[in-house]
Nanobody
Framework: QVQLVESGGGLVQPGGSLRLSCAAS????????MSWYRQAPGKERELVAV????????NYADSVKGRFTISRDNAKNAVYLQMNSLKPEDTGVYYC?????????WGQGTQVTVSS
């Protein structure tokens, strides 16, 4: 059974930093790309960053380039999102995501609120 468990969200002031973690289980983690998405209130879920299985290919949404860094540890079955220089518009629920055997899986999400 595929499970994705996000953690690390919270309330942070503009300009601050957070590091999100996603613990994965139930599939062969080292063979699959992993993604982070976010959903702001009243908006559709959007792709934030994606990392290939061996970390050779990484892509970011234009809105987070230069501020966010996605990484993974295949030995720990974990993917991370380091978020720096946070802005109020980064507020939302952040989800990790994997496609496995034709199905899309999501974690429960972790809330990030950027506010003074």
């Amino acid at each position: 059974q595929v499970q994705l468990v996000e953690s690390g969200g919270g309330l942070v002031q503009p300009g601050g930093s957070l590091r999100l973690s996603c613990a994965a289980s139930g599939f062969t983690f080292s063979t699959k790309p992993m993604s982070w998405y976010r959903q702001a209130p009243g908006k559709e879920r959007e792709l934030v960053a994606v990392i290939s299985n061996l970390s050779k290919n990484i892509n970011y949404a234009d809105s987070v380039k230069g501020r966010f860094t996605i990484s993974r540890d295949n030995a720990k079955n974990a993917v991370y999102l380091q978020m720096n220089s946070l802005k109020p518009e980064d507020t939302g629920v952040y989800y990790c995501n994997v496609n496995w055997r034709g199905l899309t899986y999501w974690g429960q999400g972790t809330q990030v609120t950027v506010s003074s």
